[in-house]
Nanobody, 117 residues
Framework: VHVVEDGGGLVQPGGSLNLSCTAS????????MGWYREFPGKDRELVAY???????MYANSVKGRFTITRDYAKNTVALQMTQLKIEDTAVYFC????????????WGQGTQVTVSS
């Protein structure tokens, strides 16, 4: 599965930004799509994901501010980010996940989100 992200950029604190991601290729029916982020020198962390059954999960740090949506027909996932904070600055990665077995993950190339005044 090939994953391509779009969006990101520079925004002021309190602003909004949207990320989008498209998956293509041979996919299993049981899957999830989500977003992770990586801070300099730290491990990648989960931001949000949505399963094939439309279940969503958010990191506590983004609950109430970020919204993940998925278009199942187009195999796309979007992340609407509002009330952005300086600490949201990171490289954001789209993820395609199949629990399997065997478990399978595909990652996008990452997109920079910078929140700064």
């Amino acid at each position: 599965v090939h994953v391509v992200e779009d969006g990101g950029g520079l925004v002021q604190p309190g602003g909004s930004l949207n990320l989008s991601c498209t998956a293509s290729g041979t996919m299993r029916n049981i899957n999830s799509m989500g977003w992770y982020r990586e801070f300099p020198g730290k491990d990648r962390e989960l931001v949000a994901y949505v399963t094939g059954g439309r279940n969503t999960m958010y990191a506590n740090s983004v609950k109430g501010r970020f919204t993940i949506t998925r278009d199942y027909a187009k195999n796309t996932v979007a992340l609407q980010m509002t009330q952005l904070k300086i600490e949201d600055t990171a490289v954001y990665f789209c993820n395609w996940h199949e629990p399997g077995p065997p478990e399978y993950d595909s990652w996008g190339q990452g997109t920079q989100v910078t929140v700064s005044s």
